[in-house]
């Protein structure tokens, strides 16, 4: 076993200080980071704070007033809660327990929502951590905490709520849950009417309720919900309307008002789950009820689970199976830097983030329902990013699953549905080349070469070596090339919003230009290294092609065109009225190596000068303020927003990576703080969105809402932000070769220590800046001639000493 770099160590206990999370906090709330929870202190944020409980196939999304939805496998197929999007009140229905003072016949929720009653200062905490969330209120002299948490081994949530009396006189109490079913089908639940209205079926068999509405995708085998509670019921209820009563929302249900369940059984109409619990608690005494909801395939299999984990032990059980998994997530890399916010990102959150993303890719979260959008293609690839050094065998899994996406001829679908692996949508121009990133990736962290040998099928052919189906990709983009020998942009690139129509289909991308430059150099690397001479050669060619053009027909003088419409006229030149300079264009220019020296310099320079802006940097500018099909639905988005203009949080780490590259790093970190959700975090009240994820954009000038954030959760922003904070800014990198420092520290910054698995062996690698004295590197003492760390696989800890020259601009 390789020791894992622990809490024992000095490093994690430093850098997980509690001081650490405090000096990052905002007006909403705080890190905790001994606990790894961020605290929220109010309910009424301005717009929900969510967390993603669920490690595997079963994932629920909760916000901080225990709003949210829940799925098994899919989000579109096994929907098992229901969610009202862009509902008013926001953030309906949820995961509610309301509870009725009996004497005083007043009631109100257990986590604010959705009664909304008036809480006193102190009177309300949620902590988000590590898979579970723990809402508290303290309402009328009961303390309440309700722990919601989603075991590691099975497809269920736990709920469960600790009620103290903390007041004089005993009280009788009334507790009522509530859970709104979905028919499993997310798509036709919402649309479909006069059909799902007339389906459901939700009864009661003891302590459980039980959804068993007869519709499921995959017909044959029996899909149910269902929500159980360790003690007897009082009553229940299985329609939604019996509980609520009619014109009446969540916040006023009538059993609730009345205390009285009305003892429905759902059949047709809408399933839900109520179950009535009596309690009666006297002055100073507690009690816990332990409810499970999750999705079964019988009721005695339901019944089951019900009694394994309304047991207290197997609940603690879960508790520290879940901590332990985390724990052990998190120890593949561990930083300490002179900057709290980067520590918190890089240990807890961000990579937290990246697991999540990797998970549910941009399907399912508050801004995205989980029904037109499956796993991305390129947006899942991308994802590998952000946690193949810690689950590389969840990650060769998914590569392999991807390239089964992929068609004969190279291309691939856009994405695809976890449940029936159907794949939808095709004709970007980007999509496929991203197998390409996320394999090399792989191949760099672990070294195991033998995925390249093994054969998947593509969609419409035989199977094929994932080498094959790399080359494909490749090739497949080199087939469609338009006038200036520049990609064809088809559909799209990634940005999905610069679609450029007109009759030829001859708009081109300079950005694909640069990326397929640089993928190519990634294939041509791997092609020497595995012998084929000739593939490497002819790519050689190739990319030297691409090289000329996009220096001859993309430079605009101070930055690089992004694109080319169908009429040949350029998109992100001076000489456009609007979106005269694309960031995408700049920063790949740089990162895929394709321009001089000079020009990289330049056009970074004109990013500074013409996208910076105080909350990051924007995608273009200046913004679009009419939409013209020759460009694209950028213009769509309001000035400010999204891919018009607004601060694109997936691009902004590529421009990060672009500086560091070119050795500024002052300027690369500036970056980074700019948009870090630890750093935002005191700006929370402009910000809005959560503090501790990052979203996918963040409105910018000349928006009147400048700075505040949107699309949080499900973006590229979390593994490319870690990319470029772990292998740019700390510089420690995965090589085919082995494990490369190439630190661009900021100029304040002294030093930091890394500890980091890498290839069976734990490197702890400490870096400073040397004034005086030895510079260079060495390992386990002994000095070593380059920057590249030998691969030792001999499960051991090695001692990595970087001493860092002074430069201008910071350290290199
Ligand atoms: C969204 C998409 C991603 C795309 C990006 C830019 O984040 O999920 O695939 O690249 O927008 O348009």
Known sequence: MIPAPQLSSSLAAVSRSRDAGRQCAGPFGYFDEPRREYVITRPDLPTPWINYLGLEAYCALISNTAGGYSFHLDPRDRRLLRFRYNHVPMDRPGRYLFLRDEARATFWSLTWQPTCQALGPGAFECRHGLGYTTIRTRVQGLDATVEYLVPPRDPVELWTATLRNTGRLARQLSLFSYAEFCIL????????????????KAVRSGRLLLHLTNYFPDAGRRHLAFFGVDRALSGFDCDREAFLGPYQGEGSPQVVAQGRSRNSIASGGNPIGSHWIRLRLRPGQSTTIRFVLGASVSPAHAARMTRRYTRPSAARKARAELAASWERYLSHMRVQTPEPGVDLLINTWNAYQCRVTFNWSRSASYYESG??????????NQDTLGVVHAIPDRVRARILTLARNQFARGDAYHQYFPLTGQGDKTGYSDDHLWLIVSTMAYLKETGEYVILKTR?????GPPASLYEHLARALNYSYAQLGPHELPLIGVADWNDCLNPTGPRAQAE??????????VTNEMIALARRLGCRMDAARWARKAARLRVAVNRHAWDGAWFIRAFDDRRRPIGSHRCREGKIHLNAQSWAVISGITTPDRARRCMDAVRRFLDSPHG?????PAYTTYDP???AVGTFEPGLKENGGIFCHANPWAMMAEALLGRADRAFTYYRKIAPTFRNRLADVHQAEGYVYPQFIAAPPHRDAGRARNSWLTGSAAWNYVFATQYLLGVRPTLDGLLLDPCLPQAWPGFCMQRIFRGARYDIHVRRARAGYRGMRVDGRPVPSRLVPVFRDRRVHRVELALAETRNGSR
């Open 185 to 200: 089908q997310a798509l036709m639940d919402q649309t479909d009417f006069q059909y799902t209205l007339n389906i459901a």
């Open 371 to 380: 029904i037109g959008r499956g796993m991305g293609f390129r947006d899942s």
């Open 456 to 460: 998947t099928p593509f969609v419409d």
């Open 509 to 518: 991308s300079v950005w694909v230009a640069e990326f397929l430059y640089y």
């Open 617 to 621: 940097i924007r995608l273009c500018a």
């Open 630 to 632: 020759s460009v694209g």
